[in-house]
């Protein structure tokens, strides 16, 4: 696929990857804020540094790509940039959760007020959005890739749902943040996927040359309805099944399957 | 994605989640499954009701001609298909003037790919032109398609065994550029007497004798001559010439043939007498040893008969590049079907003894027979003095005629 249309989907995958990234990283953030601080201080470190942390580094890397300084410089700067990054953050969630402490250099303020814990919680979540503002900064973006992001967000969420399993670890959450993370991870992850094939499909040297694949309206349309309509259906299915229903489902298989 | 292994990892996490009653943990199970399941759904039926088709623009085409080739794909069905690729096979000879060929694994053989997106019911049609560069009988196809899900992370592939064949007609040039001469190119083929008269064909004209019916005078030349004159038909049996083709170009007649420029040259002089022969109201028959896909064995043969160039210059277009039986075994089953007074034109690039022992004896039987050489094979002497024969070559030049030499004259004229 060539031209502006080209473009256009190749700024959608973009797009769409950031929007993955950043719902995992947020909801993570978030989770951490809230078990950290015992609720009411909000994420460790808040949206608009986490995406300007991912963007940030983004855009460098991509920058660096294209310029194409000697790889050791490049490392060099990406280092050195992802460790500010992660001080920077580190220091502010410190500052944020006890000022005081950070302005006396007092240790023990720091350790017993939990700040210390924010800030290490931030300092890991800036490592993680500088790695994934670097991974997403390669140029092809192949199904391959697509997928092992969409498999990363969904592994990232899924975990952080499991450690969330027990009681006193799920009360804590917010939960509208979370379902607005998961919401959005699987929806960008899943409209991802279908680009990345048209994509790679379109770029592939063995159509070079040939009529482009059209992606046009009424395609986008059917792609963004069924994907709609799958996270409707799901979230229907999660809202009425319960275990006696699926049992009560399940009871004519019982004879069948010889279990009573 | 979702193999077996992440499957059963988000049957394990809906089965947790159900009774601790953790509804995001199952909305992300359930979707991610729901997802998998919609993926392999799309994947069982997303090449159901797929057609494929192949059109030309003609079926028979003459050499040089370009031909258009339309491809035309229908979703017959309501699930869409994000992209569908194609790949169809054709001959690597006969590659079109638009779209990306590649060479196949398989020889002689191209591919030609195809990127589609189609909606439901949706019909897309792609068109290339083929130039016809190359004779022969063409097969275009099977194809193979492949598809997949809407997310791409499946694939399926068929493959459509459906064939369709396009025929290139040899080159037909006129006697002159094979560089034959003008007057009588192949000699004299015509028997000096006659049987039986063609009345569309008038030869001269004589005094009017009595007894002569009054259909036969010649009113011009009576007016010029002030009297009566009387109409010379030809004789019908003159006008009966059977080509034959030798589809070898080796000594020996088993095997593939071993120079293809020679053939195709050969092929190329055969088709163009043909056409000369009906444009001067022969009937043309032909026989060759070469072979012709679902023909016979025994080789070609074709009788003598008005207005059948489309037919001939169509079996010249199917034959294949390799004999089935000897030359000379051709000519002797020949012997006794050419019909009385039929000329022979041989065209080969070999002549063995025993070849010219046949060509000597269908001499002998009255028989007008002219020998076309095609490239530098050595003549037998036992032709010599005997039958006209003529060399036309360099094979390798049939493409770019005006590099053909003149016709050099071997042997001696007709009876």
């Given at each position: 696929m060539v031209g502006a249309r080209g473009q256009l989907v190749r700024a959608a995958q973009v797009g769409l990857a950031l929007l993955l990234e950043l719902a995992w990283l947020f909801a993570w953030s978030d989770a951490a804020g809230a078990w950290l601080a015992g609720g009411g201080r909000g994420p460790a470190l808040p949206l608009s540094i986490l995406a300007g942390v991912l963007m940030g580094m983004w855009l460098l890397a991509t920058a660096l790509l294209r310029r194409g300084p000697p790889l050791g410089v490049a490392r060099t700067l990406l280092t050195v940039v992802t460790l500010g990054a992660m001080v920077g953050a580190g220091l502010w969630a410190a500052w944020m959760a006890e000022p005081r402490a950070l302005q006396r250099l007092d240790w023990a303020l720091l350790g017993e007020s939990g700040a210390s814990l924010r800030a290490v919680a931030a300092a890991a979540l800036a490592l993680g959005a500088c790695w994934r503002g670097i991974a997403l900064a390669r140029r092809a973006q192949t199904m391959e890739r697509a997928v092992a992001r969409s498999q990363l967000g969904a592994v990232a969420l899924g975990a952080l749902?499991?450690?969330?399993?027990?009681?006193?670890?799920?009360?804590?959450?917010?939960?509208?943040?979370?379902?607005?993370?998961?919401?959005?991870?699987?929806?960008?992850?899943?409209?991802?996927?279908?680009?990345?094939?048209?994509?790679?499909?379109?770029?592939?040297?063995?159509?070079?040359?040939?009529?482009?694949?059209?992606?046009?309206?009424?395609?986008?349309?059917?792609?963004?309805?069924?994907?709609?309509?799958?996270?409707?259906?799901?979230?229907?299915?999660?809202?009425?099944?319960?275990?006696?229903?699926?049992?009560?489902?399940?009871?004519?298989?019982?004879?069948?399957?010889?279990?009573? | 994605?979702?193999?077996?292994?992440?499957?059963?990892?988000?049957?394990?996490?809906?089965?947790?989640?159900?009774?601790?009653?953790?509804?995001?943990?199952?909305?992300?199970?359930?979707?991610?499954?729901?997802?998998?399941?919609?993926?392999?759904?799309?994947?069982?039926?997303?090449?159901?009701?797929?057609?494929?088709?192949?059109?030309?623009?003609?079926?028979?085409?003459?050499?040089?001609?370009?031909?258009e080739l339309e491809l035309e794909i229908i979703n017959r069905k309501l699930l869409p298909l994000a992209w569908l690729?194609?790949?169809?096979?054709?001959?690597?000879?006969?590659?079109?003037?638009?779209?990306?060929?590649?060479?196949?694994?398989?020889?002689?053989?191209?591919?030609?790919?195809?990127?589609?997106?189609?909606?439901?019911?949706?019909?897309?049609?792609?068109?290339?032109?083929?130039?016809?560069?190359?004779?022969?009988?063409?097969?275009?196809?099977?194809?193979?398609?492949?598809?997949?899900?809407?997310?791409?992370?499946?694939?399926?592939?068929?493959?459509?065994?459906?064939?369709?064949?396009?025929?290139?007609?040899?080159?037909?040039?006129?006697?002159?550029?094979l560089g034959l001469p003008v007057r009588n190119p192949l000699g004299e083929l015509r028997v000096p007497s006659w049987l039986f008269e063609d009345p569309t064909r008038i030869a001269?004209?004589?005094?009017?004798?009595?007894?002569?019916?009054?259909?036969?005078?010649?009113?011009?030349?009576?007016?010029?001559?002030?009297?009566?004159?009387?109409?010379i038909y030809e004789p019908t049996l003159s006008h009966k010439l059977m080509v034959a083709l030798n589809a070898h170009t080796a000594a020996a007649w088993w095997g593939f043939t071993s120079d293809a420029e020679a053939l195709e040259l050969s092929i190329m002089a055969a088709a163009s007498i043909a056409a000369w022969a009906v444009s001067?109201?022969?009937?043309?028959?032909?026989?060759?040893?070469?072979?012709?896909?679902?023909?016979?064995?025994?080789?070609?043969?074709?009788?003598?008969?008005?207005?059948?160039?489309?037919?001939?210059?169509?079996?010249?277009?199917?034959l294949r590049s390799f004999a089935v039986r000897p030359f000379e075994a051709v000519l002797e089953e020949l012997r006794p079907r050419l019909p009385f007074g039929a000329a022979l034109v041989v065209v080969s690039a070999v002549v063995t003894p025993a070849i010219a022992g046949v060509l000597a004896a269908l001499h002998r039987r009255g028989h007008p027979v002219t020998l076309l050489l095609v490239g530098d094979a050595a003549v037998p002497p036992g032709l010599d003095g005997s039958i006209v024969v003529r060399r036309i070559g360099p094979a390798a030049a049939w493409r770019t005629l005006p590099a053909l030499q003149p016709a050099v004259e071997v042997g001696a004229t007709a009876p």
């Open positions: 749902l499991l450690l969330s399993l027990p009681p006193p670890l799920r009360d804590p959450l917010p939960l509208g943040t979370l379902t607005s993370a998961v919401l959005l991870a699987l929806f960008a992850g899943l409209i991802s996927l279908p680009l990345a094939r048209v994509m790679e499909l379109s770029e592939s040297p063995r159509h070079a040359g040939a009529p482009p694949l059209q992606l046009t309206g009424p395609w986008l349309a059917i792609l963004g309805g069924t994907v709609a309509a799958l996270m409707l259906g799901a979230l229907v299915l999660a809202s009425v099944l319960t275990p006696d229903l699926l049992w009560h489902l399940l009871a004519p298989l019982g004879p069948v399957l010889g279990v009573n | 994605m979702f193999g077996q292994a992440t499957l059963g990892v988000l049957i394990l996490l809906l089965l947790i989640s159900l009774p601790a009653h953790h509804t995001l943990l199952l909305l992300l199970s359930l979707t991610l499954l729901l997802a998998a399941g919609l993926s392999l759904l799309w994947r069982e039926w997303c090449l159901r009701g797929v057609v494929y088709r192949r059109r030309f623009s003609t079926r028979r085409a003459a050499f040089g001609e370009t031909v690729e194609i790949e169809d096979e054709l001959p690597r000879s006969l590659p079109p003037s638009r779209g990306r060929v590649y060479p196949s694994h398989k020889a002689d053989r191209a591919l030609l790919n195809a990127l589609v997106a189609l909606r439901p019911y949706e019909r897309v049609r792609r068109r290339y032109p083929i130039p016809c560069v190359t004779r022969g009988e063409h097969t275009f196809g099977p194809v193979q398609l492949r598809s997949g899900d809407l997310f791409g992370l499946v694939i399926r592939e068929e493959q459509d065994a459906q064939t369709d064949s396009l025929v290139v007609l040899p080159r037909v040039v006129p006697l002159a550029e001269g004209a004589r005094e009017y004798r009595p007894g002569d019916s009054r259909r036969r005078i010649h009113w011009p030349a009576s007016v010029r001559a002030q009297r009566l004159q009387a109409k001067e109201r022969y009937q043309v028959g032909l026989a060759s040893n070469g072979f012709v896909a679902s023909g016979s064995l025994q080789g070609v043969f074709e009788p003598c008969a008005a207005g059948r160039l489309d037919h001939l210059l169509e079996t010249l277009g199917r």
